[in-house]
């Protein structure tokens, strides 16, 4: 399956392609890790031996592959996700980096962000990960008390979060960190003191997730057996959300989505490219892509298993599927993407690939519950919005 001939023609919207309105990135998918965590349900994988060389000579074959079709495209990010990233040699890095600036012009603030763990041998990376043209990282620190990441299956301590975010602060300009709240036995007060913590060692992001048990991980499994106890209930999460919005919001970081939370000009633009709905191609096991064009667009599925996606990218594409979205399916992902945004979505566009999404009679109701706000073309969520997202999402799909 190759990238060759994903659209017939081209169509813009007001004389500019989707990539142009959302912006275009690179995401490209490290798929081991020292350990699976617990509540992970990311397509990773832990293996004795990497050979380091050949996977990256593959993921730069698959860069090159696609920028072959997409070669008229400004790069604005590149994004080191997993897995564990960390546990790529700098080499690695800079073999996929230089790989994707023989493909395309980059932005002249291209942001290339690198996910890492707290590990010191990971940590002891970061300047060649800078060499490479690396100049963002993200620590998954977690948590902040030493029992509690011991039960999120995290081989770091404290200690060592806290030396990885000194290191990275002397290394890279923009640093950000995440933390999981809504944990077994966490009380209210201790998650605003951990986070007053947080944001006293922050730098100018944080991401903020509450704890999912998703199917298909250790977690689901413990707590289908009973085992998995002291999760707080809708009303205690619901509260840790309520206080995260507020001391994020008192320490001057803005709420620009669900979960991430950044200083004025700090929001991670790679990020920003799947929540306005760009363009972005998906390189490695398991990644998915979007590319297209206003109304046309593709979406691509790599092989998931890393042996498999290795055999086959070696033998010409990594590539599993890809297919056409039919404009009600575009619409439906905007929507869903774009809600998430404090900057909310243009219903312009989104009615320009369906007019039956989000319409009048559906938007007026949310209105009238203080659920959505209706400004001209933008549409948004209210901070009441957000607490319930999925069910606004699911009033105004038709």
């Known amino acids: 399956m190759r990238f060759e001939n994903l659209w017939p023609g081209v169509l813009t919207q007001n004389n500019l392609e989707n990539w142009q309105i959302g912006g275009f990135g690179l995401y490209v998918h490290w798929p081991f890790c020292e350990a699976k965590c617990p509540y992970c349900d990311f397509n990773s994988h832990v ?21 072959a079709e997409t070669s008229d495209r400004v790069l604005g990010s590149i994004f080191f996700g997993g897995g564990t990233p960390s546990l790529m040699t700098p080499e690695t890095v800079s073999t996929v980096i230089e790989a994707a600036r ?6 002249n603030d291209i ?8 590990r010191s041998v990971e940590v002891q990376r970061f300047e060649g990960y800078a060499r490479a043209g690396v100049n963002r990282v993200s620590l998954g620190v977690q948590a ?28 890279f300009e923009r640093v950000s960190f995440d933390l999981i709240y809504a944990r077994q036995n966490q009380t209210l007060d201790d998650w605003r003191s951990e986070l007053g913590e947080a944001l006293d060692m922050a730098v100018d992001h944080l991401s903020l997730y509450q704890l999912t048990v998703e199917e298909g991980t250790a977690f689901w499994d413990r707590a289908r057996a009973g085992g998995l106890r002291g999760l707080p209930g809708e009303d205690l999460a619901a509260d840790m959300y309520e206080v995260t919005q507020d001391l ?3 320490a001057g970081y803005t709420a620009y989505e669900v979960s991430n939370h950044a200083r004025p000009g700090a929001q991670s633009r790679h990020n920003l490219i799947y929540w306005r709905y760009g363009d972005w191609l998906g390189i490695g096991p398991g990644a998915h892509g979007r590319l297209g064009t206003a109304t046309q667009r593709v979406a691509t599925v790599a092989w998931r298993q890393p042996g498999l996606w290795l055999q086959h990218a070696e033998a010409g594409s990594g590539l599993e599927s890809r297919a056409f979205l039919d404009v009600s399916d575009q619409a439906g992902e905007y929507l869903m993407m774009g809600l998430r945004l404090d900057e909310g979505l243009d219903i312009e566009r989104l009615h320009r690939l369906d007019s039956t999404v989000a319409g009048p009679e559906a938007v007026a109701e949310l209105v009238d519950l203080d659920l959505v706000l209706w400004d001209g073309p933008v549409l948004r969520t209210t901070a009441k919005g957000r607490l319930v997202l999925n069910s606004v999402v699911a009033a105004l799909l038709p």
């Not at 023989?102 to 932005?107: H, L, S």
């Not at 942001?111 to 707290?118: D, G, K, V």
């Open 47 to 67: 293996v004795s031996h990497v050979d380091q060389g050949r996977w990256a000579r593959a993921l730069a074959d698959e860069i090159r592959r696609a920028g």
């Open 102 to 107: 023989d493909c395309w012009t980059f932005a």
């Open 144 to 171: 902040l008390h030493a029992s509690d990441l011991k039960r999120l299956g995290r081989l770091h301590d404290v200690d060592e979060a806290k030396t990885a975010l000194a290191v990275a602060r002397s290394v």
């Open 248 to 250: 994020c919001s008192t």
């Open 111 to 118: 942001e290339i962000t690198l996910e890492a763990n707290p």
